[in-house]
């Protein structure tokens, strides 16, 4: 393979690998993509152990409206891939509240003005606000030539709708905790805790100190062509590999790569299968990742190096993966339910857990009468950088045991009847997804305009590229397939 130059070698078939290799094949790029597992994903994949198929991380995925990009791709690549249309899409549960969030936007704004004590008019105002500003940023993940680089013609169509934009002005740089404090809602609790379990698991940070834009925007999340892929998320990811493999792209699944050096002309990836040329480079993996693959100690690269100080700031995953029998009754439809103990204290470490059930129409995740069970929480990696691996070990044994306990108090009709557990650390999740240190969701945007710094393309070196959920738009499935596309028209305009 040595002597063959590829235009680009994309590291790596997370969602963003994936979205970048598919859009350069698409303009007529020769690209090889390499997966050092023997399945694509990454950190929304769908893994096997045992026998059972298990979402890598408990989650919904949105794009999958006709006009958006995961729909459109569905379409014109025909993937094998059906989406289940769920209401309600997920089941918030506290003591004492149980909130279904269905696909319905109102429905869900009348059901917290019904609420004992509810202030409507704050409450109403409030999520008026949130539609403006979500109504301008959706648009730029449903047509990623809207992001940058930016052509004249792109130009002309965002000021066309700068109108739209007006809303975004005042709140960039502050957190959403002074937007409810402005409507008079910093003490309704039930809507406190409905953006503290939604902003934890989606902007990375607690809704009192989320970058409102960013937060508002996630809002939005259930209503922007949200479903179930039947069979797993994996099952999306393997169909863009055959697309890609279609369009005349290599696809070199357990082979990963161990190293990226400079050439003259391009460089050379490294990898278990052999070596590869390529122009350009394409690293979906995370900044420290990236260190790694190039031997580039601390303070060469000062950009990937500040950008790897920020996702050192974020979450790890402890996870626990089971298969249950449904409880009787049960529809058989997929389900999805967030679940707080303790809706005053941090909603990580067990307190706050994300749970994905496989429906019965899941064919291949579980045998006949069962169902396999994804549930996650976030875990500091600042704080387990501080453990030794003896305490880390007793640590995660207590998380463990405490997110059973949840589960058992929130979820009762689900655990009544566990067949099989495997637990999992941000360790052990690093091996299922190839993720770096285990971490998830990328860079915490907490308030700041620091979040609006860079807002295209990442290119690390001249013709070295990084793109995943540490790079903007980030944060999602979705979002880093987009910025995957991004990428793939700037290294296409610099060929």
Known sequence: MADTWYDAVVVGAGFGGLGTALELCRRGARVALCEGLNYPGGCASTFRRGGYGFESGATLFSGFGEHQLFGRWIREHALDVTVDWLDPLVELRAPGMRLPVHRDRDRLIAGFCALPGAPVQGVRRFFELQGQVAGALWPLFDDPDLLPPLSLKTLMRHAGRAWSYAPLTRWLGRPLGAVLAHHGLEGFTPLRTYLDALCQITVQCAAAEAETPFAFAAMDYYWRGTGHVRGGIGRLATGLTKAITAKGGD?????????????????????????????????????????????????????????????????????????????????????????????????????????????????????????????????????????????????????????????????????????????????????????????????????????????????????????????????????????????????????
């Not at 207590?398 to 999992?424: C, G, Y």
């Open 251 to 495: 696809v070199l699944m357990a082979n990963r790569v161990r190293a990226v050096t400079p050439v003259d002309g391009g460089w050379r990836v490294t990898a278990r299968r052999g070596e590869l040329l390529a122009r350009h480079v394409v690293a979906n993996v995370l900044p420290q990742g990236l260190r790694t693959l190039l031997d580039a100690p601390v303070g060469r690269l000062p950009r990937v190096d500040a950008l790897a100080e920020r996702v050192d700031e974020g979450w790890g995953a402890a996870m626990l993966y089971l298969v249950v029998r449904p409880p009787e009754g049960d529809s058989g439809a997929a389900h999805h339910f967030e679940l707080v103990r303790d809706e005053q204290a941090p909603f990580i470490e067990g307190n706050h857990l994300f749970a994905s059930i496989s429906g019965a129409s899941d064919e291949g995740r579980a045998r006949p009468g069962q169902r396999t069970v994804t549930v996650s929480t976030h875990v500091s990696l600042k704080k387990l950088a501080g453990m030794a691996p003896e305490e880390q070990a007793s640590w995660f044994a207590a998380l463990h045991a405490r997110m059973r306990e949840n589960l058992d108090a929130l979820l009762p009709e689900w655990t009544a009847n566990v067949v099989h557990v495997m637990t999992a650390s941000p360790r052990t999740f690093q091996r299922f997804t190839s993720r770096e240190a285990g971490a998830v969701g990328g860079v915490p945007r907490r308030a700041g305009l620091d979040n609006y710094r860079i807002l295209g393309p990442f290119q690390a070196q001249r013709s070295l590229w990084l793109v995943g959920d540490s790079v903007f738009p980030g944060q999602s499935t979705l979002a880093t397939a987009v910025g995957g596309v991004r990428t793939a028209a700037s290294i296409a305009a610099s060929r």
